[in-house]
Every structure is written in C-alpha cells, then in structure tokens.
C-alpha cells in the first residue's frame, strides 16, 4: 500500500511538473516561409488565389483525395485535399488568408506578396499561425511544427516559382 500511494503521489507531482514546464512554451506557433518570384504579378496571385490552381504547386497535392467547392476563386473558396479543409476568409492584392482545418484542429495561414517597386520581383511568404492549448502534449508537439510544416512549405513555394518563371 505504501508503494502504491508513493506510485501516485509522484505521477501527480511529474504530470504538474511537466505542466509547469509547459506553460513556459508558447500558446501561438509561428511557421513561416518565403521566396523572391521574378515573374508578374498578376500570374502568381491568379496562382494563389485560384485553389483549382493550387494542384499545379502544393506539394503532395493527390488530385484524387481532393474536392473543390462551388466558389473557387477570392473569400469563400474552399477546396478539401485528403481531411484537411483549406477557406479562403479574405482575398486582396497584399494579403489572403485561409483556414486549414482537420477534424477538430484549425491553423490560420496568410500568403503575404511584396512587390519590389521597380522590378518584376514579388516576395511571397506563407504564414501558418498555429494556436495551442494548454495541454502539455500540445505545447510539446508544437516545438517540431516548424519542422514538420517548414520543408512542405519551401517545396511549394519553390513549386510555385518554377511554374510562374517560366
């Protein structure tokens, strides 16, 4: 009895210790990534902005795990790639910005163009902004988010500029 009620007694102690060293972690998760496109404008937005369009560049894009809404163009748009929903909740020339949803979860994600004043050159960064509860598990899993996001992103990004460059 007594190695039983010392077998609980240091769970609970480890689990609030493992609690409190998670809430020294961050609740949003920033992962980001960007490119430099000499191409025109318009060629990479309609690319963006367009999610019938989008198995051209996303990487690990399966046409076949994938269904495109009625709207698929600006706020609105929506297409499903395998579980995961992609929204388009705003569309402008600086800025769209979406929600990758899967079951439960959701990330917010911004395509962010910066046209370079003089010049063809259009940096593109894609912004995920993920938000984690307090549960340790969560606030632990999300130190690897960037490197499970981050190569996908580059890879799509570097997709992108080949199909526009041409």
């Known amino acids: 009895m007594r190695f039983l009620k010392l077998g609980i007694i240091s769970l609970v102690v480890l689990f609030l210790l493992i609690t409190a060293m998670a809430s020294l972690l961050p609740s949003t998760v920033h992962i980001s990534r960007a490119v430099d496109i000499d191409a025109p404008f318009d060629s990479i937005y ?3 902005n367009d999610v019938t369009k989008w198995k051209r560049w996303i990487a690990h894009y399966d ?6 809404g009625a709207n698929t163009t600006g706020r609105g748009a929506a297409i499903t790639i395998n579980k995961t929903t992609v929204t388009v909740l705003n569309s402008s020339r600086e800025k769209i ?11 917010d994600s911004e395509f962010n163009f910066f046209v370079q004043p003089g010049s063809t ?5 894609w912004h995920f902004i993920q938000h984690v509860r307090w549960y340790p598990w969560e606030k632990f899993a999300s130190i690897v988010s960037d490197k499970v996001m981050g190569p996908m992103m580059e890879q799509s ?10």
């Not at 046409?63 to 495109?68: Q, R």
């Not at 050159?121 to 960064?125: E, F, I, K, R, S």
């Open 46 to 48: 309609t690319n963006v």
């Open 63 to 68: 046409p076949s795990k994938a269904s495109v």
């Open 97 to 107: 910005t979406t929600s990758w949803k899967t079951g439960s979860k959701s990330l």
């Open 121 to 125: 050159l259009v940096t593109v960064q």
């Open 157 to 166: 990004l570097d997709n992108l500029k080949k199909l526009v460059e041409k």
